[in-house]
């Protein structure tokens, strides 16, 4: 259930998104549970290394892709299909998952507690694109075509628990 379908309506909120990323300041260090381990070719030790996930540049070109008419009109077969479209536009490839198998958890993202803008939101059978976390805002290929919609919802809660994903270079 869309809250605006429109694209005039949808780049007003990306603006305001850019204007609270800027505010935002850089993306907060690591954690211990960002890291994994890694090995250097012919080391044989094994150094900690932080995940890299998305910039703040990052992100907001994740949502200008969600924008792009040309990649929500190839790839408007289902939610799974458009968000991969969109991830690939904006560089960011990861091997084609179904929204079921997004869920279950896949290599190139990682399973986090709170969304940022470009995460990924999650349900068996339907993925979108968060774009304001604060409004629960998501972008995503509803019943009437790509729009956004609030997460936090009766419709989607009704679907069961969200979980949210975020890429890891």
């Not at 924008?67 to 990861?94: M, N, T, W």
């Not at 986090?112 to 349900?123: E, F, N, R, S």
């Not at 059978?125 to 609030?150: E, K, N, Q, Y």
Request: net charge positive; aromatic share 10%.
């Amino acid at each position: 259930m869309p809250i605006w379908t429109k694209t005039g309506t949808t780049a007003v909120l990306i603006c305001g998104l850019a204007l609270s990323l800027a505010r935002a300041g850089a993306e907060p260090a690591p954690n211990k549970s960002n890291v994994s381990t890694a090995g250097r070719p012919g080391s044989g030790s094994y150094k900690p290394q932080a995940d890299r996930t998305l910039s703040q540049d990052d992100r907001l070109s994740v949502i200008a892709a969600a924008l792009d008419p040309k990649v929500r009109q190839h790839s408007a077969s289902d939610c799974s299909h458009l968000v991969h479209a969109i991830y690939e536009k904006a560089g960011f490839r990861y091997s084609y998952a179904s929204s079921s198998d997004l869920y279950l958890g896949v290599e190139g993202f990682k399973r986090v507690p709170q969304p940022q803008p470009g995460d990924l939101v999650v349900w068996r059978g339907h993925v979108g694109i968060v774009i304001r976390p604060s409004r629960h805002v998501f972008f995503s290929l509803m019943t009437t075509g790509p729009g956004i919609a609030d997460y936090d919802a009766p419709y989607w809660k009704g679907r069961g628990r969200a979980r949210f994903l975020r890429y890891v270079k």
